[in-house]
């Protein structure tokens, strides 16, 4: 695109003096009286700013986030092409909405880099703002492009500012309070903004961390964070918001039933729960699986291998509360239990891939049991489905999560980065998560706070 210059209208003011009065008459014996000359003019005048507009070949660092992630999001997003008139004209409300006290003195020339003509609008915009409020122009700029990214996008396909970056893990988690986030309508259709039709609900409570530590629980519905409401804001901007730097207090505001509470909640290190593997009854083994982060496959293995010693018929599979995480792990995880085929499909515009298990598991002959909530996230999805589809085992619980998007983490060059949404899995048979989850076979509501051996008494039960 052809650099292109554009002056912003000088604004000119002239305040003229009133024109003088006549001379009045000349009497008899008086002098002649005349009125002083009139004063010059006044002008007032603000300083013309020129933009340039320019394409993304060689970007200045406060458009260079914007050029990357438009080609990026053109390149691998599961939809893509998107149309740029779309995107741009998120990017504009974007910037109108943005309100800042900070201000620098405006450039005498806007260097405007963009990746499509149609973004031009949002040249002029910011130019205006620049002009007329001295808004700084990096600031201004990231908050058009995360507003385009937050409500033009799916809520799989996110960014992270620097300083942030990191702050939300791959499986959903924030960091620094530990719980996963929800939003979605009364038709169970995921929201990227939260409204009053569209509420911000807390999913999954990660024990013995900050939220959990501080009273949080799944199904309370957070209102404000650090007294500022969470109505009309994207989905990403809140979680980023309540993960800061995963440091320091953060006061989270909830409705639970008819009560307002307020949690004041210091941010730490997540702890992250590992395996449990037990035999609560004979014949009948138990393993919980907490994720699926990239050492899970070994943990999984080792567990199994201890259960195996016992030689129990029946395996519970609890995937309750499993946030997901990596499908190389989820796969090779999937070869303890499934003897070779298909685990999952996925599919991104005219691509398909299978992804197969490994013959040679550990667990490929006994019968399974799983367990599922709405906590049961994205690969963890992935397995139960894959279970059901391939061992015929029950899926016993509540409506999974419904994340069918496989994600891709993108490193930037401003030190963000950007969660892109890649492609669609299904299960072995076709069917998704995307439709509000996956239904289980025997629905069960699970008593909070249950021993394993409670948990697995009434999963034998809804399953017989």
Known sequence: MASVKRLIVTILV???????????????????????????????????????????????????????????????????????????????????????????????TLFCAIPDEAFSDLCDALASMVTESQVPVGPAVEAAMTHMIDLSLDPFT?????????????NGIVGGVGVVLDARDAAGSKCTQ????????????????????????????????????????????????????????????????????????ERAELVIPTVEAAIPRSGVGYIKIPDFEIDMP????????????????????DLRDNPGGYIDAIVDVADQFIDGGTVMVSEAGDERLEYEATPGGIATSQRLVVLVNQGTASAAEILAGALRDRRGAPLVGTDTFGKDAVQIPFDLRNGGELYVAVARWSTPDGDTAGNGGLTPDREVDWPVGATTEEIVEIALEAAS
């Open 14 to 108: 002239v305040v003229s003096a009133c024109s003088a009065p006549s001379a009045e008459t000349a009497t008899t014996a008086s002098p002649l009286r005349t009125q002083p000359p009139p004063p010059p003019p006044v002008s007032t005048t603000l300083e013309p700013l020129t933009v340039e507009i320019q394409d993304c070949s060689s970007p200045p660092v406060t458009f260079s986030p914007l050029c990357e992630i438009y080609e990026l999001l053109q390149t691998w997003y599961v939809d893509a092409p998107i149309d740029a008139e779309a995107l741009a004209q998120v990017a504009v409300r974007g910037l109108e909405d943005f309100n800042t006290p900070a201000t620098e003195e405006p450039p005498r």
């Open 158 to 170: 996110y960014y992270l500012p620097p300083g942030q970056a990191g702050s939300v893990r791959i």
């Open 194 to 265: 939260i409204t009053e039709a569209c509420p911000l609900e807390i999913a999954v409570v990660l024990d013995d961390n900050p939220g959990a530590t501080a009273g949080l629980a799944v199904g309370d519905i957070i209102t404000a964070v650090d007294g500022e409401l969470v109505e009309g804001m994207g989905f990403t901007s809140i979680v980023s918001l309540i993960a800061g730097d995963e440091s320091g207090p953060v006061v989270l505001t909830v409705h639970r039933g008819d009560s307002q509470l307020d949690f004041d909640i």
């Open 298 to 317: 070994d943990l999984v293995a080792d567990a199994l291998a201890d259960i195996g010693a016992e030689r129990p018929s029946t395996l519970i599979v």
